[in-house]
């Protein structure tokens, strides 16, 4: 268990910029990157989640935390090189993954070093977590963390590590962690849960809900979900708002925070007003049971109308 993490934990794929491909959430303005920080860091927001292929991430939270290092945990991850790149859990392509990681951050230790998304089957992985906990004893590392692809692969997976942190997919029309037990699981590892896709990759928001038409960038890594998931997720966005006399993206804050096993939202956003409306004190308050149990008989209904998702280059082997 990771102690001192703050409730929010801002995310920075859609701070690090566009990157080659349908692979971020496009272009930002340097200056609205620099308030956002700010502005998270002012508000209590000490933990920000990264990773080598966000774009310029690393290098921008490097100069962010020049003056105030010892305040912030950085959590980061090893195994990816590029989305256009399989999946490597090599002991060469960790190291290099680490010290290139270092460099941008600025730093000298990296304080959650997270395996991303790996196969539960690969062979690898025994040995990548034995030369990640070598570099923890030299103080390269404090934590080791995964960043799961399926919340199942955690079932698996604890079967041979022991995590500090674990990461995965949580929301309103994503409860999977809660199937076979998998938050009892953690609970009983004594791991630090952080949930992300706390908004759906801002799908979870007024202004898409109520879009007429909708159409992503080529650079947008939304533009590559099938067109069918969008309107459903659409859809059952709407019956949930319906609903309630709040906004959307407040209630998915809220539902989260009604869950007491969770340490840490990952957030992600792209201008402060965005950032000011997550974080509002009403947000931690949880939702009435009641209120629970309409949102979780529409997502039984949406789970029925779920679609895979959509194939990306970087494979798991």
């Not at 199937?179 to 979870?204: A, H, P, Q, W």
């Not at 340490?263 to 629970?292: E, F, H, R």
Request: aromatic fraction near 12%; glycine fraction near 4%.
């Amino acid at each position: 268990m990771i102690k001192n993490i703050s409730k929010f934990c801002l995310g920075t794929w859609s701070l690090g910029g566009p990157t080659r491909g349908a692979s971020s959430y496009g272009k930002i303005d340097n200056k609205v990157v620099e308030d956002i920080l700010n502005l998270s860091f002012e508000n209590g927001i000490n933990t920000y989640d990264t990773a080598n292929v966000y774009g310029n991430s690393e290098k921008i939270l490097g100069k962010f935390i020049k003056n105030k290092r010892e305040r912030i945990k950085i959590a980061t991850k090893v195994g990816c090189t590029s989305y256009f790149k399989n999946i490597n859990f090599k002991k060469k392509t960790i190291l290099n993954n680490i010290e290139l990681s270092l460099k941008n951050l600025k730093t000298d230790y990296i304080d959650i070093c997270q395996l991303y998304n790996p196969n539960p089957l690969d062979a690898k992985l025994l040995s990548a977590v034995e030369f990640l906990k070598k570099l923890q004893l030299k103080g390269k590392i404090r934590y080791l963390g995964v960043s799961l692809q399926n919340p199942n692969d955690y079932i698996e997976l604890r079967k041979n590590f022991k995590f500090d942190m674990v990461q995965c997919n949580f929301n309103m029309l994503d409860q999977r962690i809660l199937k076979n037990n998998i938050n009892e699981y953690m609970k009983k590892d004594n791991v630090s849960l952080f949930v992300r896709t706390v908004l759906n990759f801002g799908f979870f928001t007024e202004s898409f809900i109520n879009k007429k038409r909708i159409i992503f960038k080529k650079n947008d890594h939304r533009s590559r979900w099938n067109k069918i998931q969008i309107q459903n997720w659409q859809k059952f966005s709407k019956k949930i708002s319906y609903r309630f006399d709040t906004k959307i993206e407040d209630l998915a804050i809220r539902f989260i925070f009604s869950h007491k096993f969770i340490n840490s939202a990952i957030i992600g956003v792209m201008n402060t007003n965005q950032l000011t409306n997550m974080i509002k004190k009403i947000n931690i308050k949880p939702l009435k049971k009641k209120d629970l149990k309409i949102i979780n008989d529409i997502y039984n209904l949406f789970e029925e109308n779920r679609l895979k998702k959509p194939k990306i280059p970087m494979k798991n082997r």
